[in-house]
C-alpha cells in the first residue's frame, strides 16, 4: 500500500527533518491515526518529493525525517485555461478539480461581458487545487490567478497558439483539428458565450477561434472537453 501522500509548500530541497503544519498533523495523528515509524510523503508542490518517516506524532506538530527527495521536472506542455466565474460556485470547483487532475498550468478566472457569478472564494480554489494534485499524485501545484477580467486576461496572457472557443455561427476550427502544442492557451466563456466583441477583441489579438463540435456545452463541460482534446502526455 502507498504511503499517504501530503503537501506542505515550506518544505525545501536539501532538508533531512521537518515540522508538519497543523493541518497535515491532524491528518496523520487523528485521521489516520499514524505513529512513530510510519512512513508517508510529501510534495512542495515546485516539483519536489520527499519520502519521509514519523518521527513523533501530534496532531498540532507531527516531526518527521526525510529519508529520499526527488525532483520531478515539470510537465513539457504548459497549457494555460481561461474559464469565466459561474454563478454556481459548485460547478466550477468540480472543474477546478479535474482539470488540476488532468495536468493544467494554469487557471485564470474570467469576468467577462455576461458573467453572472457571486463573490469568488480563492482561498477555498486553491484548496480544492490543492486536493486534487495530492490526489493525483502530482508535484506540481497549478498557479490559480485572482480573477480578472476578460479584456486583462486578453493582454496579459500569451502563448504560441491561442485559441478562443464560443459558438457564433462564424468560421472557426475544429478543435479536433488542431496541431498538437507545448505552449497554449484557451479561453472558455460564460453559458451566454463571448459577445461578439469580445469575439473580435481576441482575433485582433491574434487567437484562433475553435469549435468544440455540434452542440452548446455548460462551461465547465466546454473546459474539461478542450482540455482532454488539447492535453498531450
Known amino acids: ?28 495523528a487523528q485521521v489516520l491515526r499514524m505513529q512513530s515509524g510510519d512512513a508517508l510523503s ?9 519520502e519521509a518517516t514519523i518521527l513523533e506524532a501530534h496532531k498540532k506538530n507531527t516531526s518527521i525525517q526525510i529519508i529520499k527527495e526527488t525532483t520531478i521536472a515539470p510537465a513539457s506542455q504548459k ?22 487532475e488532468m495536468g493544467v498550468h494554469t487557471i485564470v478566472p474570467l469576468i467577462c461581458e455576461r458573467t453572472i457569478h457571486e463573490r469568488f472564494k480563492t482561498d477555498r480554489m486553491n484548496n480544492i487545487i490543492q486536493s486534487a494534485m495530492i490526489q493525483s499524485q502530482q508535484a506540481w501545484l497549478p498557479y490559480l490567478s485572482e480573477p480578472i477580467s ?18 457564433e455561427p462564424t468560421v472557426k476550427t475544429s478543435i479536433k483539428d488542431l496541431p498538437s502544442s507545448n505552449d497554449l492557451l484557451i479561453a472558455i466563456g460564460p453559458e451566454g458565450d463571448f459577445t461578439p466583441t469580445e469575439i ?34
Not at 4 to 23: D, K, L, R, V
Not at 155 to 161: K, L, S, V
Not at 206 to 232: C, D, H, M, W
Open 1 to 28: 500500500m502507498p504511503a499517504p501522500y501530503f503537501y506542505e509548500p515550506q518544505i525545501t530541497n536539501g532538508a533531512t527533518h521537518f515540522t508538519c503544519s497543523e493541518e497535515t498533523s491532524k491528518h496523520c
Open 42 to 50: 510529501i510534495t512542495n508542490g515546485m516539483g519536489g518529493i520527499f
Open 79 to 100: 497549457l494555460v485555461v481561461g474559464i469565466s466565474i459561474l454563478k454556481n460556485a459548485v460547478r466550477l470547483e468540480w472543474l477546478f478539480e479535474k482539470v488540476t
Open 150 to 167: 476578460y479584456k486583462d486576461f486578453i493582454h496579459q496572457y500569451n502563448a504560441a497558439n491561442k485559441y478562443i472557443a464560443h459558438c
Open 200 to 233: 473580435e477583441m481576441a482575433i485582433q489579438s491574434n487567437y484562433q477561434p475553435i469549435g468544440l463540435g455540434p452542440t452548446r456545452l455548460r462551461t465547465e463541460t466546454a473546459g474539461l472537453f478542450a482540455l482532454s482534446v488539447l492535453k498531450t502526455f
